[in-house]
């Protein structure tokens, strides 16, 4: 029995890795099936990871005049053109991270071009050469450790007599009380939760599973959540109608993100600061590093290390136990008279 003819597989990348599309869509699907930043980018695992990626792409394409990334030559540019791109940007200044980023990025897209045969062997190899920016040992940390009263603050804000409130409290536990990354709160689906028992993240970073046994507080927030979401299958998050009801649709990772920024307020926070959070505490609490390892989703011990804030904790508690101190003491500063500190 013959064969069907098959439509040759379309490259197909998210709205959110563009931002300026020719006219003619056939022609620029054409156009990425020999655009090694095009194969680049689908190569990533992640949305997130194309993001990222295609906004460092985009940084480097204007320095070439171009408006987006897909209208780069960048097999064209071979090793003296990359090098004159990295010696644009470090005219910036930009931080050692913020360079090697880059540099990641472009090393990335070139070996798609050797790949595709549209740069010889000798050039890409000059081109991996390329150094990177050495990083300073004592640098400041990324991102912040949230303290208990922030934490309160945030969860009351949810606390407004919504649906949406309701939801948007269980979406944010799972990131201080499992510390999920935003994708894996989004991705999680009904079967994947056990009140009272464990929570399932079954598409996490490199597609890898864990189990995350469920903290009293979590399941204080997740129980009424499943209440008002109901016992149908499907994603556990769901989007919510402008009249607070509750749609059958999932959220995206970027939801997550809106929702703990909204009910943040004035507080400075994203979700990988809830996820720091989770695991300062989670060390100050248990002092085992493989653990917090295993449960943070992490490859390494040393990536969770960077994560580890215990000497904010340690601060914050001691500040807090001197300002205790102050207001008890008799004989303390009062902030009035003589006394004013």
Not at 90 to 114: K, L, W
Not at 216 to 232: D, M
Not at 286 to 299: F, M, N, Q, V, Y
């Amino acid at each position: 029995m013959p064969c069907e003819s098959r439509p040759a597989a379309e490259l197909v990348l998210d709205d959110s890795v563009l931002i300026s599309l020719p006219e003619d869509a056939e022609s620029l699907s054409r156009y990425f099936r020999t655009n090694p930043a095009a194969h680049f980018l689908l190569q990533l695992r992640s949305p997130a990871s194309r993001r990222t990626q295609a906004a460092q792409l985009r940084r480097l394409a204007r320095y070439l005049g171009a408006r987006d990334w897909h209208e780069v030559d960048w097999a064209g540019l071979g090793y003296a053109g990359c090098n004159a791109v990295f010696a644009r940007l470090g005219a910036d200044e930009p931080s050692a991270a913020t360079y090697n980023a880059a540099r990641s990025a472009i090393r990335g897209v070139m070996r798609q071009a050797f790949l595709l045969g549209q740069l010889d062997h000798e050039a890409w190899l000059r081109i991996q050469a390329i150094p990177g920016e050495r990083q300073s040992v004592r640098k400041t940390p990324a991102g912040r450790f949230l303290s208990d009263v922030e934490v309160r603050e945030i969860f009351q804000n949810c606390n407004d007599g919504t649906v949406s409130g309701v939801r948007d409290a269980a979406m944010i536990a799972t990131l201080f009380h499992a510390g999920l990354r935003r994708s894996e709160a989004a991705a999680l689906n009904l079967d994947d939760i056990r009140l009272g028992e464990s929570l399932d993240v079954r598409r996490g970073k490199g597609r890898k599973f864990r189990r995350i046994p469920m903290i009293p507080q979590l399941t204080a927030r997740l129980e009424p959540w499943y209440l008002a979401r109901g016992s149908g299958p499907g994603a556990y998050f769901r989007r919510i109608s402008r009249k607070d009801r509750v749609l059958d649709g999932g959220i995206s990772s970027q939801t997550v993100y809106n929702v703990l920024k909204r009910r943040a307020r004035s507080i400075s926070c994203s979700p990988h600061d809830a996820r720091r959070t989770f695991v300062s505490r989670l060390l100050a609490a248990s002092h085992d590093l493989s653990a917090a390892r295993r449960l943070a989703g992490h490859e390494s011990t040393e990536t969770t290390i960077r994560y580890d804030r215990r000497e904010e904790l340690a601060d914050q508690e001691a500040m807090e136990q001197l300002s205790t101190f102050n207001a008890e003491s008799t004989g303390g500063w009062s902030g009035e008279g003589e006394n004013e500190f």
